[in-house]
């Protein structure tokens, strides 16, 4: 029962950096450059867990977290936002729009594993 | 990782480009939100890779400017002249922390100290802020900001010295906003109890009748006793998510270890009758599904209807499960989802990166079908068949085909010269300050292409030269007001694409070239002699000389033992060119011109006495027989050409190339054609044998460099024709009565 995490990071080297890590934790990646892309991804996937940045081009994480939820089905899927620590503010924030969890980053491989797979069902 | 890292510094070049573009639209006043955004997540996003790769240095002053930039983006701090040129100046040390990173060394960090300062003086108000958000309630001092680093902060307030596990009683009631982020209840239980045993108790009194029940509701909570090794702060991290939606009661051991203020009843321990749920049972192990959850909850409570109650209001609380778990996550396993993958992966990025050598072994293989079909087509002729033959069409096809695949892999190499023009402006700004100048820079045709090698090559010599421009070119602000011209001075580089050759034009608004001081430079360098007759042209050529320095006094900036005559020489070594054109008062402006490729080229295939040359077709504007009276002399040696009521200078290849020591006399053909600076000349060869497309084999990676020749190529029947440097040819012209023997190395 392979588990799918979408990832939405602007960022390259983030992409791969989870792609890596989820990787080797046997989950199936997909991944999206921003918030509007990841959205086009949805619409083709159903992903167990979405992990998605805050600051990116187009649709930023805040703006793609409320789209996903005003989503009928997706009110379920649990949503990992990637923050740094000096984000306090922002985290809530980003719970305030609905998401599950976070990440801090840099993010360790293992703690990112551990908090995936804390939120999947 | 190593590839990762690669990513990570090819995708930092880029991000530090994207700054500096901004930056810079933003010292022009066009920075929009949406520039100051991509500038932040410029930095932000070069900081969270740093990050990853431990590079401290880089993310301190990283996260100081990004502290910086986010006032901005708040509308905190003004967009000010002096705070963009101090990004600006920030932006450079970010690039010296990456490139520094690159080659695994770290900067000294008190280096970045001044720039920290003067941002941070910027940012007096942002701190303030930042202070403010400490005194944000104790939640935020006591809820773990990263997963699992916590302990160490709570460590204090656990009876860590006890040894064996202790009881737990935790009291659990989720608030609605808990299931509308998507946690669930039923996760949170299935992670405590990977900590130790749990015994799980519902407590559904709350729940509503079905026709009152809010679906979006929370009405459960449990109380839950948990018996682990663990400490406090590994219980609180699994409820790290939904601090501050639940009500949470920890309540540890022994009364005196208590950190929550709210008691309940004692836990009654001895209980029988309550399920013990050991946390290394099978379906614990990341896999419990709501079911076993509730099945659990339902043999902890004592009354069965009430428990079945439960089970349906979560069932109802949360929608997702409602679907058949097993089916959903084996559908998205299966090929579709993958499919979907790989298609959005291609949306995101229409790239792929491969590596050069295979680009370049596939060149060169094409170079190797070009001759190849060459030589058949050849074959075919010579076999003499008929040219509308099912043959010759099919050849035609395979040639047509050929130049297509040729044109496709070529596409391949070639690069926008903007990569090397992005490096530029900082370039100008760090000369400009180190002079006390004031200079613009304009670029123009960033979007020129040419092939990768070249591009690669060019950024030495162009720095150089625009080293040279701001510091020799330009006069110093006062001179210039005196002279009547802006105190700014402006620098254009400008790239474009001319006569199949990529041209790349440095130009200047300084003073010009001194060419009374040229010559007398040359002439106490001995390059000249004292009463040498030179043209303004020939003098302005004098500083690509070897060993010449107008610069009186050895700068800093442009005096780093390297002159012009390298520039020159690696221009050269591109098969390109470069020239100077300079105004006094006026400025001066230096001309590139280089081949868009270095493999291929079309060409017309000529004989000179013994010899098959190829003539560049790019460089040839037409073929002419001239009649004798056309031709004139022009002193002992130099012969001119009338053509159409102008004259040019006429150049018999033969013995300007010392295949024959004077111009063969009558017969022959002449190819008009034009130079680099756009001037014409006639060339005389002595017949045309066609037109094809060549592969061209350097001459300098083989053997040596040759005056007059640019490459070697292999012909059809497998000959060596060597590919004139029309350019080169018309330099040696001035030279061949001086020099008649110039190929004698080659032969």
């Given at each position: 029962m392979t588990k799918v995490v979408l990832t939405v990071d602007d960022s390259r080297t983030m992409r791969d950096m989870l792609r890596l890590a989820l990787a080797e934790a046997s989950f199936e990646v997909v991944q999206a450059v921003d918030g509007v892309h990841g959205l086009e991804v949805l619409s083709q996937t159903e992903p167990d867990v979405i992990i998605t940045d805050?600051?990116?081009?187009?649709?930023?994480g805040f703006g793609f977290i409320e789209a996903v939820r005003r989503d009928e089905r997706r009110r379920g899927t649990p949503i990992l936002v990637l923050t740094t620590e000096s984000d306090a503010a922002k985290k809530q924030r980003a719970r305030a729009a609905g998401a599950t969890g976070w990440i801090v980053k840099p993010f360790d491989p293992a703690k990112l594993v551990d908090a995936v797979r804390r939120v999947a069902a | 990782m190593e590839a990762i890292r690669a990513t990570f510094f090819q995708e930092c070049e880029e991000l530090l480009a994207d700054l500096e573009t901004g930056l810079l639209a933003m010292e022009e006043g066009q920075g929009d939100s949406e520039t100051v955004n991509a500038v932040f997540r410029a930095v932000h996003s070069v900081k969270g890779g740093a990050g990853a790769f431990g590079l401290d240095g880089l993310v301190r002053f990283a996260h100081v400017f990004e502290t910086t930039l986010d006032g901005v983006r708040n509308g905190e701090l003004e967009v000010e002249a002096s705070l963009v040129a101090l990004m600006l100046r920030c932006a450079d040390r970010l690039s010296d922390h990456v490139s520094a990173a690159k080659v695994g060394e770290s900067l000294d960090p008190d280096g970045d100290q001044d720039l920290i300062k003067q941002l941070e003086a910027f940012c007096v108000a942002e701190e303030a802020g930042e202070a403010g958000e400490?005194?944000?309630?104790i939640a935020f001092a006591v809820v773990p900001l990263s997963i699992g680093d916590a302990p160490e902060a709570f460590t204090p307030l656990?009876?860590?010295?006890?040894?064996g596990p202790a009881e737990w009683r935790i009291e659990f009631k989720p608030h609605a906003t808990l299931y509308a982020n998507a946690n669930d209840a039923s996760v949170l239980l299935r992670e405590l109890a990977r900590l130790g045993e749990l015994r799980v108790e519902l407590n559904a009194d709350a729940l509503p009748g079905l026709d009152t029940?809010?679906?979006?509701?929370a009405y459960l909570s449990w109380t839950l006793w948990l018996t682990t090794e663990k400490a406090e702060a590994d219980i609180r991290d699994v409820f790290e998510f939904v601090d501050g939606d639940c009500d949470l009661t920890i309540r540890g051991p022994?009364?005196?270890?208590?950190?929550?203020?709210a008691v309940t009843s004692?836990?009654?321990?001895?209980?029988?009758d309550r399920d013990l749920i050991p946390?290394?049972?099978?379906?614990?192990?990341?896999?419990?599904?709501l079911q076993d959850l509730l099945a659990m909850a339902r043999g902890a409570s004592s009354d069965t209807a009430e428990a079945e109650a439960a089970a349906e209001s979560v069932i109802a609380t949360e929608?997702?499960?409602?679907?058949?778990p097993s089916p959903q996550v084996s559908e998205s396993a299966n090929a579709p989802s993958a499919k979907s993958a790989g298609k959005a992966t291609d949306v995101a990025q229409p790239t792929i990166r491969v590596d050069l050598d295979r680009v370049d072994r596939l060149i060169d293989l094409v170079g190797e079908l070009v001759i190849n079909q060459a030589m058949l087509a050849q074959q075919v002729h010579e076999a003499g068949l008929?040219?509308?033959?099912n043959i010759a069409l099919g050849l035609d096809d395979l040639e047509q085909l050929t130049r297509e695949i040729q044109d496709s892999v070529m596409a391949i190499r070639a690069q926008p010269v903007k990569s090397v023009f992005q490096r530029m402006p900082r370039l100008v700004r760090e000369v400009a300050s180190m002079t006390g100048k004031s200079v613009r820079l304009v670029t123009e045709g960033e979007g020129t292409e040419v092939d990768k090698t070249v591009i690669e090559r060019l950024s030495e010599p162009l720095t150089h030269m625009i080293r040279n421009a701001v510091d020799h070119g330009l006069e110093s602000p006062e001179a210039r007001v005196a002279a009547g011209k802006p105190a700014e001075g402006v620098i254009r580089l400008a790239a474009l694409h001319r006569s199949g050759r990529i041209v790349i034009e440095v130009s200047d608004?300084?003073?010009?070239?001194d060419r009374a001081r040229v010559r007398s430079i040359a002439i106490e360098r001995g390059l000249?002699?004292?009463?040498a007759v030179l043209t303004e042209e020939e003098v302005d050529n004098l500083?690509?000389?070897?060993?010449?320095?107008?610069?009186s006094a050895v700068s800093?900036?442009?005096?780093?033992?390297?002159g012009m005559d390298v520039v020159k020489r690696s221009i050269q070594a591109l098969g390109g060119r470069i020239s100077i054109t300079s105004i006094p008062g006026k400025g001066s402006t230096f001309t590139l011109s280089l081949p868009l490729t270095l493999a291929v080229l079309d060409g017309m295939v000529v004989s000179v006495g013994d010899h098959t040359l190829v003539v560049p077709i790019?460089?040839?504007v037409e073929t002419l027989q001239p009649k004798p009276v056309d031709v004139r002399s022009l002193g002992p040696h130099a012969t001119v050409l009338a053509v159409r009521g102008s004259h040019v200078p006429l150049i018999d290849v033969g013995s300007a190339m010392g295949f024959r020591p004077d111009p063969a006399s009558g017969s022959g053909v002449t190819i008009l054609v034009e130079s680099e600076l756009g001037g014409l000349a006639a060339l005389r060869v002595d017949s045309i044998q066609g037109q094809r497309q060549v592969v061209i084999k350097s001459l300098e990676q083989n053997y040596d460099q040759v005056p007059g020749i640019a490459a070697a190529t292999i012909l059809g029947d497998g000959r060596v024709a060597l590919i004139v440097d029309v350019d080169g040819v018309i330099a040696l012209r001035r030279q061949t009565a001086t020099?008649?023997?110039?190929l004698d190395k080659a032969s």
């Open positions: 805050i600051n990116m081009p187009n649709m930023d | 400490l005194d944000l309630p656990v009876a860590s010295t006890e040894a029940l809010d679906v979006f509701g022994g009364a005196n270890d208590t950190v929550d203020i004692t836990p009654d321990i001895g209980d029988g946390a290394s049972a099978g379906p614990l192990e990341g896999e419990m599904s929608p997702r499960v409602l679907k058949e008929a040219r509308s033959g608004d300084g003073k010009g070239i000249i002699e004292p009463d500083i690509f000389a070897p060993g010449f320095s107008t610069a800093d900036i442009s005096g780093r033992g390297v790019t460089v040839i020099r008649p023997t110039l």
